[in-house]
């Protein structure tokens, strides 16, 4: 009668263990917002590494793999692994976009525009003889040009020494 009350017991506790497994499929319940976590991760991974792929987006790939790995060992489910992982990349992101937003707002903001700009604009490229009169000046307006910025530089060579 007793080995029957304990089977009876162990199954018991077996019926309690698969309704609490089942019905609780994830420990920080966030087995809805995988798909949110996953965009998280590879977004902050992008902004972390942006212009800089070097061994540090290796480091923090590998450092999340392991990290998968041993919370799933300890008994974590898929989604509770996306969320630490996504939590811990944001926590370590913080710092890093605030530098990058600093170094932003510090920025002048002709720096961001004149890369573009330089495709956009017209370039020139004249030759020391037709500098002086490339407007469609005389010769004796280029000849003025000529003197004036020779004697410009012969000024700022006394001037302002080497």
Partial sequence: ??????VHQVSAIHKVHDFVITSMASTFGMEGHMAFFIKAIVGL???MTFNELTTR???WTATAVVLWGVMSAMGLSSDDCVA???TLLFVRAVPLLYRRGLTIAATYPLAFV???AKHILPKYTISEENFFDCD???AEVADRRRKALKELSARWKTKYPK
Avoid: Q
């Fill in 136 to 138: 469609g000046a005389t």
């Fill in 114 to 116: 004149l890369p573009i």
């Fill in 57 to 59: 987006c290796y480091c």
């Fill in 84 to 86: 630490v992982i996504a």
């Fill in 45 to 47: 991974l992008f902004l």
């Fill in 1 to 6: 009668p007793e080995a029957g009350a304990l």
